[in-house]
């Protein structure tokens, strides 16, 4: 009884197979291509399933895709910062033997952070958690992600997608050479949190600042938690997690995500990231009450695309005697 879940990033799309044994999720194995190096969905499946031929889309009980970007009821889904769409009517005529599920990448990490076990995560800030309360998820990598989850029964939730990192980013007054740059340097007519809060916005900040352009990773191994690139990125990472924590006043807990801050905790881990996420002329006490946890797995994604599958189709929560006690390792 295996289970194909994938998460398609900018940077990096991961694939993983799971088993089902006992009412417990048991991860078998991970693989991870860097996505830019193949042409098309196909391209990457074929080279997958010739590595390790369980990874093919009829040979499970279902799989899901876990896709960057809106995701709607159509044959062809464009990807956010890929090249290439998913062509999923031809993929469930290709491998029409099982169900296969598309939900938005964010909204699976929403759903992957409800399969945590204590030592996945840590506190960035502790506040009070309400176990009732909306989940929240936001994540900077190659873009800027957002997903929510709502309960509305016990153990269920409704999925709210998010494209929150395409809205505009808030400068202050003494930070607009900054936007001014980057508008420059992009030629965008305005400026999204994804090209401030990113992989590429960490690049552009430092490039701003010295004048050497070098990769996110790069600029990760060259600045310390004490450099003004580092401290200027957790004002405004903070501040995206702020505006996004106003608008779905996530009781339960705002999850970091992203390889961003999970390859750099110190980015997020500061004081100056916290003085920020709960500065508000109004609302700074409530601020302080959400727990603000970051999460330490780049691959949560993959859990939460497995979870989401599950508790999606019901004919598999009956057959596999899915209840309370089911549990995911």
């Avoid at 799309?13 to 693989?31: P, W």
């Avoid at 769409?85 to 296969?100: E, G, K, N, T, V």
């Avoid at 598309?102 to 909204?107: H, L, T």
């Avoid at 608008?247 to 970091?256: A, H, K």
Wanted: hydrophobic share 45%; net charge negative.
């Amino acid at each position: 009884m295996h289970i194909l879940t994938a998460d398609i990033g900018g940077t990096t799309s991961r694939f993983a197979l799971f088993s089902v044994r006992d009412k417990k999720v048991f991860l078998e194995k991970i693989i991870r291509k860097a996505t830019a190096r193949y042409a098309s969905f196909f391209e990457i499946l074929e080279e997958i399933r010739m590595e390790d031929g369980r990874f093919s889309f009829d040979e499970v009980l279902f799989s899901v895709l876990a896709l960057p970007g809106p995701v709607r009821k159509q044959d062809d889904i464009a990807l956010t910062n890929v090249t290439w769409p998913i062509p999923i009517a031809s993929l469930r005529r290709a491998y029409s033997q099982a169900p296969l599920l598309v939900v938005n990448d964010f909204i699976a990490q929403a759903y992957g952070c409800l399969t945590l076990h204590k030592g996945d995560y840590f506190t960035v800030n502790e506040g009070q958690m309400d176990p009732e309360g909306h989940v929240a998820v936001i994540g900077a990598g190659t873009g800027l992600g957002c997903g929510v989850l709502v309960p509305y029964a016990f153990q269920k939730y409704a999925p709210l997608p998010s494209e929150g990192g395409h809205t505009t980013f808030a400068f202050l007054k003494e930070e607009q050479s900054f936007e001014v740059f980057l508008r420059k340097r992009t030629s965008a007519s305005y400026i999204t949190k994804e090209m401030v809060v990113s992989g590429k916005g960490l690049s552009l900040l430092y490039e701003f600042l010295t004048g050497h352009s070098l990769t996110p990773l790069e600029v990760a191994e060259k600045i310390s938690p004490s450099s003004l690139t580092a401290m200027l990125f957790a004002t405004f990472y903070a501040r995206a997690c702020r505006d996004f924590a106003l608008t779905v006043t996530p009781s339960r807990g705002l999850f970091i995500s992203g390889g961003v801050a999970i390859s750099n905790p110190w980015i997020v881990d500061n004081d100056i990231f916290k003085k920020e996420f709960t500065f508000s002329s109004s609302h700074s006490a409530f601020l302080n009450t959400i727990p603000v946890l970051l999460l330490k797995n780049v691959d949560n994604g993959l859990w939460g695309a497995v979870h989401y599958g599950i508790h999606c189709l019901p004919e598999f929560e009956q057959t596999m005697g899915v209840e309370d006690s089911f549990s995911y390792l």
